[in-house]
């Protein structure tokens, strides 16, 4: 009974779409997150009938008999919109307003992208993550400034004692890719490139479609609560409906079994 089996795919196709719901229900606080999104796409058909197949010497078939076996998870796909802005009055805060990664480098040298602008300075003065990973390119604010200010367009000055005037100590760079939906979530608010997402391209913020920066804020999630308990309860009663077809089945084939007796 092919209905058994094509329940069966539809529970676990609503238990992905349950899975994407959680991760982003959990993930509602966290700085710099992006929804994801399951997507679905139904299975082959078995054909007991072609359209167009010759009913007479002069009609065919409008339609044909085809019987779907189901449906599949085809993408979990990342939606980069922009999360609302929140004040820290932190002023390594970064957030983007626009288009754009933040360029880090791991221990091992591997680089990754973020969108995760809270910033803090290690031991040596330069920018890094909470991880410590250090922005690309490297920025080492002196130990003595007394105030550090970040563009729109990047640019970092501090002011130390004894001077009158501002000094340019770095540029903050942005990177984007033609498809950011390809990069790999490697977790941690951490992208990596991929062969789908394309050829990182570095710039300057505010340039060539790069959004600009503003200091002492950070990106919220993206995440909205109403739609993803809303995908959360149609989630769940669409499984609960493919678990009915599943009992519906077994009972008919209880029926068949008891029409011996």
């Known amino acids: 009974?092919?209905?058994?089996?094509?329940?069966?795919?539809?529970?676990?196709?609503?238990?992905?779409?349950?899975?994407?719901?959680?991760?982003?229900?959990?993930?509602v606080n966290t700085i710099g997150f992006k929804q994801s999104r399951a997507e679905f796409s139904d299975l082959m058909y078995r054909v007991m009938e072609y359209a167009g197949t010759a009913t007479s010497d002069t009609t065919k078939s409008p339609t044909g008999i085809e019987v779907g076996l189901?449906?599949?998870?085809?993408?979990?796909?990342?939606?980069?919109?922009?999360?609302?802005?929140?004040?820290?009055?932190?002023?390594?805060?970064?957030?983007?307003?626009?288009?754009?990664?933040?360029?880090?480098?791991?221990?091992?040298?591997?680089?990754?992208?973020?969108?995760n602008g809270a910033f803090k300075r290690d031991a040596n003065g330069a920018m890094v993550n909470s991880d410590g990973y250090k922005l690309i390119p490297e920025i080492v604010i002196p130990e003595d400034a007394t105030d550090i200010s970040i563009g729109t367009d990047g640019i970092v000055t501090v002011i130390q004692p004894g001077q009158a005037q501002a000094t340019q100590i770095g540029q903050v760079n942005l990177t984007n890719f033609i498809n950011p939906a390809g990069l790999?979530?490697?977790?941690?608010?951490?992208?990596?490139?991929?062969?789908?997402?394309?050829?990182?391209?570095?710039g300057t913020p505010g340039i060539d479609g790069l959004g600009s920066l503003r200091?002492?804020?950070?990106?919220?999630?993206?995440?909205?609560?109403?739609?993803e308990l809303t995908d959360l309860i149609t989630g769940q009663r669409a499984y609960d409906a493919n678990s009915k077809v599943i009992t519906t089945s077994d009972e008919m084939l209880q029926t068949v079994n008891n029409l011996k007796r």
Not at 1 to 23: E, R
Not at 70 to 77: E, L, M, P, Q
Not at 185 to 202: A, I
Not at 215 to 226: A, K, R, T, Y
């Open 215 to 227: 200091q002492g804020f950070v990106e919220l999630s993206n995440v909205e609560l109403v739609v």
């Open 1 to 27: 009974m092919q209905s058994l089996y094509t329940s069966a795919t539809g529970m676990m196709a609503m238990q992905t779409q349950i899975d994407t719901t959680a991760n982003n229900i959990a993930n």
């Open 184 to 202: 790999h979530g490697m977790g941690d608010n951490l992208f990596l490139e991929t062969d789908s997402s394309g050829q990182p391209v570095d």
């Open 70 to 115: 189901g449906v599949r998870s085809t993408a979990i796909g990342k939606i980069f919109t922009e999360g609302s802005l929140k004040e820290t009055n932190n002023n390594l805060d970064l957030a983007i307003i626009g288009s754009g990664f933040f360029k880090l480098e791991l221990p091992d040298g591997t680089e990754v992208y973020s969108k």
